[in-house]
Structures are given as C-alpha cells and as structure tokens.
C-alpha cells in the first residue's frame, strides 16, 4: 500500500511568487491534515479535510493560503503570495474515518521564500 | 505556554543503553498519546500509539501515558545505532489535529 506521498520535496521561490503543494493521501482515508514547521519550532497543525470538505481550518495563519481537497482524493495547498516567514516544512498526513485512527505522514515539502 | 513540552536534547547514548524519552502537557482533554521518529529530511513515522493511561509495548519500545501527571514517556530497550532520530511527541483530544513536542534529537553511537 503507498504511503503519503508530497509534491514537490523542495521549492525555492522568491518573496511575492505563488507555490501550490500537493498531497496524495493513503487510499481510503478520509481524514486529510495540513501541517507545517517552520525552523526551531514544533510541528502545528494547519487545516483538516474529511472528504472534500474543511472540517478545521483554524491553524491557518492567513488569508494567502488556500487549501483545497477535489473531490476527497488529493489535496493542494496554495501559497499566494509567498512572504520569507512561509518558509518551513510542511507536512500532510492522512487517517482514517472517524476519531481515533492514527495519522501517517508524507516526507514534507520544503518550502524556501528567499 | 505551549500545549505540549518536550526537551530537544540532543541526546547521545552508547549502543545498548537504555533509552527514556519524555513529555509534559497542559491540556486534560487530550486523550490519544503518540511517538513518531523522524529521520532527517523524511517525515514523522509513527512508532507508538495509545489511548488513555497506562502502557504498551512493541518490541523494543515502551510506551507510558499518566495522564494525572500529564506525562507521557517512550522507553527504548537495547538501543542500536539505526534508533538515531529524532523524536516526536503528539497527542490529541476531541479534535483529530495533532499537538507535537518539538521533538528530541537521539544520537546512538557505536
């Protein structure tokens, strides 16, 4: 069974640029999460997905970034525009309905705003 | 104050020691107890999970919650070199986010 899995690894873009990540989930899951590090700091929670819809999104720091989820498969999460405190590592994870089930992480997209 | 407190370490020990790694948290309605290890430039791999109080063991690994305490700890047995990583605590209640620890930085050296 594939894992988590994060496009691109690694983006460079300059300040004011637009980037869009993307997340694959486990086949399946209906649970989605965004979730980011930025350097020095623990990991925080962004926004949660069940299906298409956003069931949490108050982890969001602002409005230029926008998650979307078609269709309930994979996730995009859109940074426009891209401002240096962005930079971090962000993270999808995926679990399975309901409460309890376990989250599985993706390798991270590194994100650099120079 | 942050939700969950973990000491970055770093951490070495030699192989074979005994391994005890740990959290503090402030918010009681955290229900769900996870350890996740992270090796560098990958993402968090979960190791341990439990609900509640009390402990579980897989393998090498221990796990303990007391949620009187508010203390969550991970015990590794006979630690071996590939153990090195980082590890990270997280924990949720009602809600499925996650709260991490910043995560303890293990070195298990040869």
């Known amino acids: 069974e594939a894992g988590v899995t994060q496009f691109p690894s690694h983006s460079v873009i300059e300040k004011g640029q637009t980037v869009t990540l993307r997340c694959d989930p486990i086949?399946?899951?209906?649970?989605l999460y965004w979730y980011r590090r930025v350097m020095g700091k623990e990991i925080k929670f962004l926004l949660h997905?069940?299906?298409?819809?956003?069931?949490?999104e108050s982890g969001m720091p602002n409005n230029r970034f926008l998650a979307e989820r078609t269709g309930g498969t994979y996730s995009t999460l859109k940074v426009q525009p891209a401002e240096l405190e962005d930079s971090g590592v962000y993270f999808c994870?995926?679990?399975?309905?309901?409460?309890?089930?376990?989250?599985?992480f993706g390798q991270g997209t590194r994100l650099t705003v120079v | 104050q942050k939700e969950v407190e973990q000491d970055p370490g770093p951490l070495s020990v030699p192989e074979g020691a005994i391994v005890s790694l740990n959290c503090t948290y402030s918010?009681?309605?955290?229900?769900?107890f996870m350890w996740y290890r992270q090796y560098s430039r990958k993402g968090p791999e979960l190791l341990m999970y439990?609900?509640?109080?009390g402990n579980k063991e897989d393998g090498r690994f221990t796990a303990q919650v007391d949620k009187s305490s508010k203390y969550i700890s991970l015990f590794i047995r006979d630690s071996q070199p590939s153990d090195s990583a980082t590890y990270l605590c997280?924990?949720?209640?009602?809600?499925?986010?996650?709260?991490f620890g910043t995560g303890t930085r293990l070195t298990v050296i040869p």
């Open positions: 994870a995926s679990s399975r309905q309901g409460q309890g089930g376990e989250a599985f």
């Open positions: 086949s399946g899951h209906d649970n």
């Open positions: 997905f069940v299906k298409e819809s956003k069931q949490d």
């Open positions: 918010n009681s309605a955290f229900q769900y």
């Open positions: 439990t609900y509640s109080s």
């Open positions: 997280a924990m949720k209640g009602g809600a499925n986010n996650l709260f």
